[in-house]
């Protein structure tokens, strides 16, 4: 802050200087008005004495300097005046434009000086509760991707305090949060904080051609990490032990409908005898029966007892065992 008053300063003498050099070579009864590029004001009302460093004729150097430019109408305003304002305002009070020269700046920024909630804290606000709303997710960055103003006050500002609230306008590639200026209960204003959500998520990449029927492992087959707009896509389930379903080019992303787990064995086949039996560690019962459909270790077939001719019929649901009996299920 310090530096730049003292930039300002430095910037001002040097104006003055240009201004005063002017009288040397020039009409020593013309009007000289030198113009920063910006300044601040704690007044509402705009007069040239204000913003400018105005030398010439001393007769009429009071009457220039008097001449009003404008009035703060809102907080937080930035009136822009430019040259061919102020030869006009200057017109008005009987003041000709060719006894003017100006120096400096063609447009200066005039704004007031006052309190205001800066627009980093009104984003901090809103990155941080947006980290706690969605800590659930894993999200790696919040980027801000649409700038924030700062927020003018009518007083301190250490009497204000930011209320954060998720937006209703969402998509699935950014969060926005609403963040309420409150002053003892009241709203003041808001201001709307818009993030892009990046996840991190993985991939599983063919690092050489994979024909059909090829198992997946780290020697042919890398996980990269990325980053993704929605959390877990259905491409971070892959995993090795895979088997290509079909040819799989090099340097292709390998999905669900390229590749499966691989099958175990057939352990029974439809019409095999098995034995149904359960063992409940206390108790053995085993029975004789017929699988009526083929069955892989931990399937859940059905299995057949008795006979139609005996009219004792029965279907039993069991759970295919390592030893190729089945377990039925209770």
């Not at 008053?5 to 008005?33: L, M, S």
């Not at 937080?76 to 305002?89: A, F, V, W, Y």
């Not at 029974?268 to 029966?289: E, F, M, N, R």
């Amino acid at each position: 802050m310090m530096n730049h008053k003292r930039c300002f300063i430095f910037a001002w003498v040097i104006g003055i200087c240009a201004v005063a050099c002017g009288t040397e070579t020039g009409d020593p009864n013309k009007i000289r008005i030198y113009l920063p590029k910006d300044k601040i004001l704690a007044s509402e009302v705009i007069e040239l004495r204000q913003i400018a460093v105005v030398l010439g004729d001393k007769a009429l150097v009071p009457l220039v300097n008097g001449v009003r430019l404008g009035q703060f109408s809102v907080h937080g305003q930035e009136i822009m005046i430019d040259r061919k304002t102020i030869l006009s305002r200057l017109a008005s009070s009987g003041i000709k434009s060719s006894s003017v020269a100006f120096y400096g700046a063609e447009i200066i920024s005039v704004r007031r000086n006052e309190d205001i909630v800066a627009a980093d804290r009104f984003v901090n606000t809103a990155r941080d509760y947006l980290r706690r709303e969605l800590s659930g997710e894993q999200i790696e960055t919040l980027k801000l991707i649409r700038p924030v103003k700062d927020y003018p006050l009518d007083g301190a500002n250490e009497s204000v305090t930011l209320t954060p609230l998720m937006s209703d306008r969402r998509s699935d590639r950014t969060r926005a949060v609403m963040v309420r200026v409150m002053r003892e209960g009241v709203e003041l204003g808001r201001r709307e904080v818009v993030f892009s959500v990046q996840y991190p998520c993985h991939r599983l990449v063919a690092t050489q051609v994979l024909p059909a029927g090829t198992l997946i492992t780290p020697e042919n087959a890398v996980v990269e990490k990325y980053m993704s707009n929605t959390p877990s896509p259905a491409s971070d389930s892959l995993v090795y032990g895979m088997i290509a379903k079909r040819d799989i080019p090099c340097g292709a992303t390998i999905t669900e409908t390229m590749a499966e787990y691989k099958k175990s064995p057939v352990l029974i086949k439809k019409h095999q005898k098995v034995i149904l039996k359960l063992d409940t560690g206390g108790l053995l019962v085993s029975a004789p029966g017929e699988a009526t459909q083929d069955g892989r270790l931990g399937d859940i077939i059905s299995v057949q007892r008795g006979s139609r001719q005996t009219r004792d019929l029965k279907i039993v649901l069991g759970e295919v065992m390592p030893d190729g009996t089945v377990k039925p299920v209770l």
